[in-house]
Nanobody, 117 residues
Framework: QVQLQESGPGLVKPSQMLSLTCGVS??????????WSWIRQPPGKGLEWMGA???????YYTPSLKNRIVIFRDTSKNQFSLQLSSVTPEDTAVYFC?????????WGQGTQVNVSS
């Protein structure tokens, strides 16, 4: 079974960059035709799909974050990463990585990121 694990700082200051990494085991991120997503859930709100990176390295972002988000991968480590720039307290959320782009077969456990000075 594919396993995903998020890692990164739990606290980021406003205006700085949020960086998270998702390590994947028991499956390669280059396997045809899988997509690997970042999803977040702000407190008291629903899940928000942020973006994805495909098996071939193509990236897809939700329009509302397009100017601030970058997703990239390290195939040698079988991991993919999220960078979100110019964060505000509204970016406080539990951040998940998952396999899929509309339906998600496997999820990480999630990591809480607070944006606060």
């Amino acid at each position: 079974q594919v396993q995903l694990q998020e890692s990164g700082p739990g606290l980021v200051k406003p205006s700085q960059m949020l960086s998270l990494t998702c390590g994947v085991s028991n499956g390669l991120i280059t396997t045809n035709y899988y997509y690997w997503s970042w999803i977040r859930q702000p407190p008291g709100k629903g899940l928000e799909w942020m973006g994805a990176i495909a098996y071939d390295g193509s990236t897809y972002y939700t329009p509302s974050l397009k100017n601030r988000i970058v997703i990239f991968r390290d195939t040698s480590k079988n991991q993919f990463s999220l960078q979100l720039s110019s964060v505000t307290p509204e970016d406080t959320a539990v951040y998940f990585c998952a396999r899929g782009v509309t339906a998600f077969a496997f999820w990480g456990q999630g990591t809480q990121v607070n944006v606060s000075s």
